[in-house]
């Protein structure tokens, strides 16, 4: 990929096949809920060796933390408190897989003073070189990233991966369940004026329909690559 090859070069070592001489390297990921996004990210991150953001997780805390205050994810004034109060480093201890808290992180991602809030975090997260994965990475929060991928796969196969996660970690839900709670949340998020779901004009488009977490890695190591010219770049 033209972007990024000046600032990396393949390295022949078992390790990692990258590495960094020039300025950071950003890498953006955006796609819709349970599209495989985060997998990946956490694998590139962990093949760079630069650190990982999971940007939804951000909007998941602040939605949480207005859930755990007895607020209403959709009062202005109670999201843009908890955005302002949030410390990105706990929010792992907060409630954040919940649906509850996929459902309002989607109400409360929609509030524009929210989003101000939030991006100078991940702006600042991304100074040294980092992956950071969302809905507005490529588009933007980081509209000059070395490489932007859009990571899609049709509903179903969706609504099957996260309906698998949730009963792992002990919640009791059906697919038709999950897929009736992706469907509206995609379209909150496509569908909201500010910073919508949207895939950056330089987005390589990666489908993980058919594929597995190793297959993923490997097509969106090609494409950031440039080793195949699949969607735009
Ligand atoms: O990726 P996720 O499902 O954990 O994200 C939770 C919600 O946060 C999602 O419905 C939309 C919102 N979000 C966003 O608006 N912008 C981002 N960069 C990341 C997430």
Do not use: C, W
């Amino acid at each position: 990929m033209p972007g990024f090859s000046p600032e990396i070069e393949p390295d022949s070592g078992p390790s990692s096949n990258i590495r960094h001489r020039g300025p950071a390297v950003r890498i953006a990921i955006d796609g819709p809920a349970a599209s495989g996004k985060g997998t990946l990210s956490r694998r590139l991150a962990a093949h760079y060796g630069i650190p990982h953001l999971d940007t939804g997780s951000l909007y998941r805390a602040v939605g949480a933390m207005v859930l755990a205050a007895g607020g209403h994810p959709s009062d202005p004034a109670a999201a843009l408190g908890a955005a302002r109060r949030l410390d990105p480093d706990a929010v792992e201890a907060l409630d954040i897989r919940s649906s509850e808290a996929g459902r309002a992180a989607s109400i409360v991602a929609a509030m524009p003073e929210v989003r101000a809030e939030l991006l100078r975090y991940q702006r600042r997260f991304a100074k040294g070189g980092a992956v950071l994965d969302g809905r507005d990475i490529g588009t933007v929060v980081l509209p000059d990233a070395d490489v932007k991928l859009f990571v899609v796969a049709s509903a179903e196969a969706r609504a099957r991966r996260r309906g698998a996660e949730l009963r792992a970690a002990g919640t009791d839900i059906s697919d038709a369940a999950v897929l009736a709670d992706l469907t509206e949340r995609d379209a909150r998020d496509s569908g909201r004026t500010v910073s919508p779901l949207a895939r950056a004009a330089d987005a390589h488009l990666l489908d993980t329909t058919d594929l597995d977490i190793e297959a993923a890695f490997q097509a969106a190591l090609a494409l950031i690559e440039g080793r195949h010219r699949t969607g735009a770049g």
